[in-house]
């Protein structure tokens, strides 16, 4: 064995690690590879041990992980960008093992090492790696490669951007799901990618093949792509081409698509625009709030505030008020819970009037929910009622709840009602603090149930 300070020490140690039965000592030698790569030299790292971490692909996902995630920051120590390209074997090995985390930080590192790297490196090098991957005969080759077009596509000749387009067009119809899976994940990043002009043909006929997926995994991720492609057509185009998707995909026989609408509405809106909002996706909203599965109503109710945000009061008031006030008491409590973090920011949108008329009632019917992180979600927010309502009122309807938490039988409540004074005390006023909080702290001072702080 050579000693510390001779040429081959650094790799001999590498190797003897990598070898040894136990996992954590091939971690930390994975985590040591700057220290190794300094001590090697540029023009050895290159030569030796960047092809020695290439025939070491077969460990453990943990010590592979940490390969794909060193790799990716390795750039500085093989002699900058002009060998960037010697990264990308070990890379594109990660990129077809079986386990997912390792698959996704290689094609991350990837990206780096892609964005970093010269036009004709991209053009000679990643390309021809895409390439490779979206022909392997594992799935989680072709699974990997959709997450990289995006990277070379710009730089590319136009020949090669045709095939480039071509082959992601095999993708999205490949035969196995979870590489349809992917290719409608990294839609949008590749669409953000190409001219306008295929964006119209190529594009939006990809997406077409994606959102009427058998599949439901494949569809719900295809609803990520309608925000992004919306972005980038004019209007008129999204609301041809991406509009009714939406409607459609509202009402899918899946209820995991119809929670992924739920969560993407919003942006989904800011890319169609007021008018079709309006007369179109409001409904389509509506049905959300009173969909038959919780999960997609606790999605909806997590998005309401936004959703109001881009109305004007009139329509929030006509047709999501009503529904809101059907989920105060909805049968789920994390329904109720996902509406009370979110229903105080409605104040400014409705009003004082409307809040103290329509929304008051329904912030004290969840202020009196048998649920504390119902009433906690609520008080937590209430700097946001009160620039509306004006503190008297606020005072008076939020001080039973207080009390109520204040006195729960679980010491964690307690806990976090103790978290929310500060806010309580600067929004309620000196006053209500010495007549109502003052003695609530006090009492606190003496509980038994609360964990000492070491």
Request: include cysteine; aromatic fraction near 6%; proline fraction near 6%.
């Amino acid at each position: 064995m050579a000693k510390i300070g001779e040429p081959l020490y650094p790799i001999a140690v590498l190797i003897d690690e990598l070898k040894n039965d136990d996992i954590n000592l091939r971690l930390n030698s994975i985590r040591k590879l700057p220290i190794i790569g300094k001590a090697l030299g540029e023009e050895r790292s290159r030569k030796e041990l960047i092809p020695f971490l290439g025939d070491n692909s077969d460990d453990e996902d943990e010590v592979l992980l940490a390969m794909a995630e060193e790799l990716g920051r390795f750039i500085p120590f093989i002699g900058g960008v002009e060998h960037a390209h010697v990264l990308l074997p070990p890379l594109e090995a990660l990129c077809t093992v079986e386990e997912t985390c390792v698959r996704d930080k290689a094609v991350d590192s990837l990206c780096q090492i892609g964005a970093a790297m010269k036009e004709d490196a991209l053009v000679n090098s990643f390309i021809p790696l895409i390439k490779r991957l979206a022909s392997g005969q594992w799935f989680t080759a072709r699974v990997s490669s959709c997450g990289l077009f995006h990277i070379p596509y710009p730089c590319a000749p136009e020949q090669l951007k045709d095939e480039l387009r071509f082959i992601y067009n095999q993708l999205c119809q490949d035969d196995m799901p979870m590489v349809r899976r992917s290719a409608a994940l990294n839609l949008g990043k590749f669409a953000a990618t190409i001219e306008p002009v295929h964006l119209k043909t190529d594009v939006l006929s990809l997406f077409h093949v994606l959102t009427n997926d058998d599949q439901d995994s494949v569809r719900l991720l295809a609803v990520e792509s309608c925000a992004a492609l919306g972005k980038l057509l004019e209007p008129q185009d999204c609301v041809a081409n991406i509009l009714p998707v939406i409607i459609s995909f509202s009402q899918d026989k899946s209820w995991r698509v119809r929670y992924m609408v739920a969560n993407q509405l919003y942006e989904l809106c800011e890319a169609v625009g007021p008018e079709p909002t309006k007369m179109d996706l409001v409904p389509a909203y509506v049905k959300l709030l009173r969909d038959n599965e919780a999960e997609v109503r606790i999605a909806a109710a997590g998005k309401v505030t936004k959703f109001c945000q881009i109305l004007d009061p009139k329509h929030a008031i006509e047709h999501i008020l009503p529904c809101v006030k059907e989920l105060s008491s909805d049968s789920s409590q994390h329904v109720r819970s996902a509406l009370a973090s979110v229903i105080m920011g409605m104040t400014p949108v409705l009003g004082k009037d409307a809040t103290i008329e329509l929304l008051l009632p329904i912030f004290l019917t969840l202020l009196k929910d048998e649920v504390p992180d119902v009433r906690l979600n609520i008080i937590s927010k209430l700097d946001q009622v009160n620039q509306v309502i004006g503190i008297d009122l606020l005072s008076q309807s939020l001080l039973p709840a207080i009390v109520q938490l204040a006195e729960d039988k679980h010491w964690r409540v307690r806990l976090a009602l103790i978290e929310y004074i500060p806010l309580l005390s600067s929004q309620l006023g000196v006053d209500f603090f010495d007549d109502k909080l003052g003695a609530l702290c006090m009492q606190w001072l003496e509980d038994k149930d609360i964990p000492k702080i070491p």
